[in-house]
């Protein structure tokens, strides 16, 4: 059995002292297997977004460890971490994805062009198609709509082919539509080409397009839910309220 | 609002300090002209106060041109006619001159006023300090100044000589002068007659009357009786002329203190204006609230203006600190520059110069955030609501307003360049192009970044970098326009040097034939020296022939005019001519030998007549002569009379240089050695120097003028500097989550420190290119309104490259910050959502 391609090992973040304590996560353990679409779920303040970016290599713990597949991040400069993220994650946010004044195409290959590598044409070519952005890429984001602007990120993460690729609410604000576009996408890049995705959201629907929801509360894992569909998500939702 | 403003103030210090840094120079520099202007000014009028205590009536001669080689005396008969003048109490006859000295055998350079040799027998004219009046043939007695330039003492031996041989002196005295400029060097009146070769003459008078309020009556009755070419003034008018010479001295300080000044003002409003302008431009969102919450426009306005008087006001007081160093160094500058007697006592902090500071912050604060301001008002309340994503503005304003500044600009610059119209038309020219560039920078800004950046090639860092750059053209173009100011000058001023520099190489290259020239080494090289060197000269074997030149100042057809003087004898060996009409050895006696472009000038030809007037009233002369010299020599002095007739008429007068060629193959240096062996000792103020120590002298003066140069590129560089740090700074706030997300998605942050730097840098290199291209448009005007139509133009590459070179390290420099701020950002605050 291969490695997962990350992981969380007694994963605990504090922030503040004393009386403005706050436990963001609180022993946190949990594996993301490759070729796999997680979906992370919980109230908010729940530690979503802290998790993420923990694993992410935005954010370091106060204990426990990371794995990015075999690479433990603790302890790492920001040199090292850097490259990891510029070499083996993507990144989709919930707005702001983009540079304003580089088009949809230099938006795509940028953390190529960061690291002074060329993108794989034909890769390239089969992403564009895949997110239908191909008449958009002289682009600049302020001429493109909010669905196309996170199309265009969906791209830039998948372009460089990351080993995992991070969502925070990828698509948290678009209409119902465009969302269920964006993630029909991702669900396409886990199924035919065995991306790996990790993807917080607050919203049932959303999170029926993973394999596997892994539920947040007060900074621990609380549930988890394998081959969900909406109506199971809300059920498990109401339970773990009550 | 206000408190909102004040707020503001205090949460963005770093902001705030870059802002009133930006003005303080400009008020410093007002600031520290007014106090020392104050300070200085103030002991002038002391000095003059009883500077002619005693004396009611000057006699002198009617040519008013200070102390010059040829100075100008009267036949001492006339003391005659004033003593007998009735209501005249006493008279003192009085010879001055110019006059050098060495002290333990060295020659003393002197920078600044020159040293005078004057009769003194114990007249009012001056009052013994210590020690006594000089008497008899080796006695000196000199005043504070020359005691405290030369620290000299009683006792002390001194090497004196105006157009004569060196004679030691003891000095046995120290007298009260003026306490400031030139220092005097008193002698009893026969020893001063010698010294200055002036036997049978007087320079000056000095009348006092029997009853004080007759004296305008006894001053037209003396009048009635001078012959012509000499004057009787009274003695008061005569301070105040001498004090006004010495104020120029002082003038120069302010002037220049003034000059840099502008500079720092004019700069600081344009960083000033420009950070106001992106700040309000990023609180759009904060305005349009207030704006929402019932804040009328005037309120923001007001609040806008609030913050700029806090920065003013700290400018303006913070200034005032730097103004009284920098009139400290001024004093200090001007006591070296032989105002030692002015430099006593503190400096003078007048209220009004208070109020001054204070209001120059003000001002200038006021006057670059007034548009921003005006501009805040109109953001509209919805703006709160929605994000208006701002289509990029048509740069048509841009466009009309550079071009109604620019055109009439170039064109004053072009007529001033081909001589047509004043000088002053085309600084308003250079003035008026300089601001049209300004706002120009905005148009030409984005394609001239797009094309440096493809030379440089498209790394992706740079990429970003380019289009940041190019991302808000008037925000760029403001920025690099305030670098181009301080370029701009520089490249003009060079330009001047540089072409001064060629002229002069070529007439000393392509007009003078001669190997040697001797010059007086004194203050002033026109002060000339002792005819007695020229037969000695002429005595060496090594020297083929020997040509002197004197001058002589007098009106030519009534205008006044500075005449030169040839040997026709020799001319032609030590001067390279292109044209020669008529012959040389015509140019004797009462004829005069007329440079060609003043003959075309003035329509003259060989046997014309012109009237010239050499003192001694006006007299018919013949045009024996019209050359032109093989060099384009800028040559103000066209009219050349015969050394000979110039030797007769003023015996006294020194050889003002003289022109040695030498031998064929004979060594230049060798020759100058053994001339310089043969009269050193009895006359060591005659330098004796080749043509290429000439050239070397040339180039160190040039580079004196440099120096202040540099210090105006220096201070406004730095000035710009602080306006690229302020905008940076901004830019990087503005795009926070733009470098999160870089940073977030990889980029490290040595990336993102040089994509900061690459945006400084070009925008320094913008502004710098703008500034060469100004600064050597205005240069060519400059040095074509200075030397005239047809002068040799030189693109003075070295220092546009310098220029270019400083503003690059400038962006870099300024840079540092900024990218530190940016590289060192919290990647998480920077992604956080709303
Ligand atoms: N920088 C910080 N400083 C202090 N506390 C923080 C910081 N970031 C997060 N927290 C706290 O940590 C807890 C977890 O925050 P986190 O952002 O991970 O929640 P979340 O589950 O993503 O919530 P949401 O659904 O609202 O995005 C919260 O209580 C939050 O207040
Ligand atoms: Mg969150």
Redesign the pocket.
């Known amino acids: 059995m291969t490695s997962p391609a990350a992981r969380a090992v007694g994963a605990t973040k504090i922030?503040?002292q004393g009386d403005t304590k706050?436990t963001?996560l609180n022993d946190v353990s949990v594996d993301f297997a490759r070729g796999q679409f997680t979906a992370i779920m919980?109230?908010?303040?729940?530690?979503?977004?802290?998790?993420m970016h923990c694993l992410a290599a935005l954010d370091d713990l106060t204990e426990g460890s990371v794995y990015l597949g075999e690479i433990e991040l603790t302890g790492m400069g920001d040199r090292e971490l850097t490259e990891l993220r510029r070499d083996k994650i993507g990144f989709i946010f919930q707005s702001f994805n983009l540079i304003p004044t580089l088009t949809a195409k230099e938006n795509i290959v940028l953390p190529a062009s960061i690291a002074g590598r060329t993108t794989d044409k034909e890769w390239f070519d089969q992403v564009i198609e895949i997110l239908g952005i191909g008449d958009r890429l002289s682009h600049r984001p302020s001429e493109m709509s909010g669905g196309q602007q996170q199309r265009v990120a969906a791209a830039r993460a998948l372009a460089s082919r990351p080993e995992i690729i991070f969502g925070d609410e990828p698509s948290g604000n678009l209409d119902s539509k465009s969302g269920a576009e964006l993630l029909g996408f991702m669900r396409q890049a886990v199924d035919e080409h065995g991306q790996t995705i990790v993807m917080?959201t607050?919203d049932a629907i959303s999170a029926s397009y993973a394999d596997r929801i892994v539920f947040?509360g007060d900074?621990k894992i609380v549930d988890e839910m394998l081959e969900p569909t909406a109506e199971k998500i809300l059920d498990r939702i109401k339970t773990l309220e009550a | 609002m206000i408190r909102a403003a004040i707020r503001g103030i205090w949460e963005h210090k770093l902001r705030t300090l870059l802002l009133v840094l930006s003005i303080v120079a400009g008020v410093s520099f007002v600031a520290g002209s007014l106090i020392f202007t104050d300070t200085i000014g103030g002991s002038f009028e002391a000095i003059f106060d009883g500077a002619f205590e005693g004396i009611d009536i000057q006699v002198t001669p009617d040519v008013d041109q200070g102390f010059s080689s040829v100075q100008p005396a009267f036949d001492a008969s006339v003391l005659d006619l004033v003593e007998e003048t009735p209501g005249v109490k006493e008279t003192w006859p009085v010879v001055a001159g110019l006059i050098n000295l060495t002290i333990d055998g060295e020659p003393v350079s002197v920078q600044g006023p020159p040293n005078i040799g004057i009769s003194w027998e114990e007249d009012p004219t001056f009052q013994v300090l210590e020690g006594r009046a000089a008497a008899g043939p080796t006695e000196v007695a000199i005043d504070t100044v020359a005691r405290d330039r030369f620290e000299l003492g009683i006792g002390d031996q001194v090497g004196l000589a105006a157009t004569g041989a060196l004679v030691e002196y003891t000095v046995v005295g120290i007298v009260d002068g003026l306490g400031a400029g030139p220092g005097f060097f008193t002698f009893d009146l026969a020893t001063a007659t010698t010294v200055l070769n002036l036997e049978g003459l007087f320079t000056g008078i000095n009348v006092s009357v029997a009853d004080p309020a007759e004296t305008e009556s006894v001053l037209n009755a003396i009048s009635n009786r001078l012959p012509d070419g000499v004057v009787a003034l009274d003695a008061q008018a005569a301070a105040e002329e001498q004090a006004a010479v010495l104020k120029e001295a002082l003038g120069f300080f302010q002037t220049v203190l003034l000059v840099f000044a502008g500079i720092s003002v004019v700069v600081g409003v344009f960083v000033v204006y420009n950070a106001f302008r992106t700040v309000l431009g990023q609180r759009t969102r904060e305005l349009a609230l207030f704006r929402v919450l019932g804040s009328t426009k005037r309120q923001v306005t007001t609040s806008v203006l609030v913050e700029a008087t806090v920065i003013g006001l700290l400018s303006g007081l913070v200034g005032l600190a730097g103004g009284v160093a920098l009139a400290s160094a001024a004093k200090f500058g001007f006591s070296l520059f032989g105002g030692s007697g002015l430099a006593e006592g503190g400096l003078v902090l007048q209220p009004s110069t208070f109020v001054t500071a204070l209001s120059v912050g003000l001002i200038v604060t006021l006057v670059s955030a007034i548009l921003p301001a005006i501009r805040a008002s109109r953001v509209s309340p919805m703006a709160a609501l929605v994000t208006i994503d701002k289509p990029p503005r048509k740069l048509t304003k841009q466009i009309v307003v550079g071009a109604l500044f620019g055109l009439p600009g170039v064109v004053l610059l072009v007529l001033t360049g081909l001589d047509r119209i004043p000088l002053w038309a085309g600084a308003a020219g250079a003035l008026g192009l300089l601001l049209s560039a300004y706002v120009f920078g905005a148009v030409v800004g984005r394609p001239f970044i797009r094309v440096i950046a493809r030379v440089l090639g498209n790394a992706p860092v740079r990429k970003i970098a380019t289009d940041n750059a190019a991302r808000s053209p008037r925000r760029t173009g403001a920025t690099a326009g305030a670098l181009m100011f301080g370029v701009a000058l520089v490249v003009a001023v060079s330009v001047i040097v540089v072409v001064t520099q060629d002229t002069a190489t070529a007439v000393l290259e392509d007009a003078i034939a001669s190997e040697l020239i001797i010059q007086s080494s004194g203050p002033d090289p026109t002060a000339g020296f002792s005819a007695e060197i020229v037969p000695i000269v002429r005595g060496l074997d090594t020297v083929e022939a020997v040509q002197t030149t004197r001058f002589a100042q007098g009106s030519l057809n009534g205008e006044n005019e500075f005449f030169g003087s040839f040997e026709p004898e020799t001319v032609e060996q030590t001067f390279k001519f292109a044209e020669v009409d008529g012959s040389w050895s015509d140019l004797v006696g009462q004829t005069v030998a007329v440079q060609k472009a003043q003959a075309e000038e003035l329509g003259l030809s060989i046997g014309d007549e012109v009237t010239i007037d050499l003192g001694s009233g006006p007299e018919p002369w013949k045009v024996a002569v019209v050359w032109d010299y093989a060099a384009a020599v800028d040559d103000t002095q066209g009219f050349y009379l015969p050394t000979s007739t110039l030797a007769e008429r003023f015996p006294q007068a020194n050889v003002v240089a003289a022109y040695i060629k030498l031998v064929d193959g004979v060594d230049p240096n060798a020759a100058k050695a053994s001339i310089e062996e043969l009269i050193s000792a009895d006359y060591p103020f005659a330098q004796v120097t080749t043509q290429d120590e000439l050239l070397a002298d040339l180039q160190t003066q040039l580079l004196g003028l440099l120096s202040v140069v540099f210090v105006l590129l220096a201070m406004s560089i730095f000035i710009a500097l602080l306006g690229i740090v302020l905008i940076l700074l901004l830019s990087v706030f503005e795009r926070t989550r733009e470098l999160g997300l870089l940073r977030a998605i990889g980029a490290t942050r040595k990336q993102i420190r040089a994509m900061i730097r690459w945006e400084a840098v070009f925008v320094a290199i913008l502004g710098a290119l703008m500034g060469a291209a100004v600064g050597t448009f205005a240069g060519w005007s400059l040095a074509g309104s200075i030397f005239g139509e047809g002068f040799n133009f030189v693109v003075p590459w070295l220092w546009i490259g310098t220029g270019l070179l400083s503003a690059i390290v400038a962006g870099v420099l300024a840079a540092i910050l900024p990218a530190r701020r940016a590289a060192n950002l919290n990647i998480?605050d920077a992604i956080a959502y709303e």
């Open positions: 922030y503040g706050v963001a919980g109230p908010s303040g729940s530690g979503k977004s802290t998790l917080v607050h947040l900074g | 998480l």
